[in-house]
């Protein structure tokens, strides 16, 4: 199977930047796609941004797109969400998250089936 571990979150002041990393593990060989996702206190979880694991492809949430960049470090089996000009309403708990078992568009945010523990992201005004 496939592990994640997520790592990075912390406390920055609106308009800052912040790293989040996903270090997967496991049988990777079988992942088709890697998404971030985040959620907030009393909210559902809000699909972020997505990558192909084998590719160039990425997509993004409108919320996040020309700030946020998805990227990954093949060699070290590892996906990052770079967050620049960030805002209060960004503050989640971010989840890497792999999907495995489908073949689909990264438009396409659902089918994603193996979750990291999370990590806090918090932006202060």
């Known amino acids: 199977q496939v592990q994640l571990v997520e790592s990075g979150g912390g406390l920055v002041q609106a308009g800052g930047s912040l790293i989040v990393s996903c270090a997967a593990s496991?049988?990777?060989?079988?992942?088709?796609?890697m998404g971030w996702y985040r959620q907030a206190p009393g909210k559902e979880r809000e699909f972020v941004a997505a990558?192909?694991?084998?590719?160039?492809?990425?997509y993004y949430a409108d919320s996040v797109k020309g700030r946020f960049t998805i990227s990954r470090d093949n060699a070290k089996n590892t996906v990052y969400l770079h967050m620049n000009s960030l805002k209060p309403e960004d503050t989640a708990v971010y989840y890497c998250?792999?999907?495995?078992?489908?073949?689909?568009?990264?438009?396409?945010?659902?089918?994603?089936?193996?979750w990291g523990q999370g990590t806090q992201v918090a932006v202060s005004s």
């Open positions: 998250a792999a999907r495995t078992h489908t073949i689909a568009a990264l438009t396409t945010t659902g089918g994603y089936d193996v």
């Open positions: 990558l192909r694991w084998s590719g160039d492809s990425t």
């Open positions: 496991g049988r990777t060989f079988s992942i088709n796609d």
